[in-house]
C-alpha cells in the first residue's frame, strides 16, 4: 500500500509544461516571418470588415445622413 501512495505521489509531482499556444514552441515560431505576415493578414481583415460593415449601416440608415 505505501509503493502505491508512493508512485501516486511522484506522479502527481511531475513539472509542469510550459505555458505556450497551440502553435507556439519557442521565439523563433511566435516571431516568425509567416507567424508576423499571418497577423497583419488577420488585422486588415477585421480592418476591412469593420470598415465594410460601417459603411454599410452610415448608407443604409436614413437618420443619419
Do not use: C, K, N
Not at 505521489?9 to 499556444?21: C, D, I, K, M
Not at 497551440?22 to 508576423?36: A, I, K, L, P
Not at 497583419?40 to 440608415?61: K, P, R
Amino acid at each position: 500500500m505505501a509503493a502505491r501512495d508512493q508512485r501516486d505521489q511522484e506522479q502527481r509531482q511531475s513539472p509542469a509544461r510550459p505555458l505556450v499556444g497551440y502553435r507556439d514552441v519557442g521565439e523563433d515560431v511566435r516571431h516568425s516571418r509567416g507567424s508576423m505576415i499571418r497577423a497583419w493578414i488577420i488585422l486588415a481583415a477585421l480592418a476591412i470588415f469593420y470598415l465594410g460593415w460601417t459603411l454599410i449601416v452610415f448608407f443604409l440608415e436614413p437618420g443619419l445622413r
